[in-house]
């Protein structure tokens, strides 16, 4: 959010100025996956933790504690949360190859990415 912006600190003063930036007008997206998710086991492994009512993943039947190991065929030990959050803010409309754990047995499912807002 803040790239948006050119950030000056008054100190003395103790004020925070934001001036619009040369990113300011491109649009901001968010996730359109409609899920959340954490990084264990010092970024090996991608865990989902909160699945959004309605939302992409839930119409897939993705599930809190779904482990995500690929991505597009990538394995996401070898992705930055970064990457996967790129991934996952993309374009509307783009869908998604992910290889899913999920009681004990590996899934392949194509997530269709929406925006939401």
């Known amino acids: 959010m803040l790239k948006k912006f050119k950030v000056i600190f008054d100190y003395p003063d103790n004020v925070l100025y934001l001036k619009p930036g040369a990113l ?12 959340e998710y954490y990084s264990a086991d010092d970024f090996k492994h991608v865990i989902i933790s909160r699945i959004e009512p309605g939302s992409p993943a839930d119409e897939v039947g993705l599930e809190k504690g779904d482990e995500i190991v ?14 996967i959050d790129s991934l ?28 939401r807002i």
């Open 24 to 35: 300011f007008k491109e649009p901001f997206e968010h996730d359109m996956s409609g899920m």
């Open 70 to 83: 690929t991505i597009n065929l990538v394995p996401v030990s070898k992705m930055s949360l970064e990457d």
């Open 88 to 115: 996952f803010k993309s374009k509307d409309g783009r869908s998604l190859l992910l290889e899913i754990y999920h009681d004990n047995k590996y899934d392949n499912i194509i997530l269709t990415l929406k925006r």
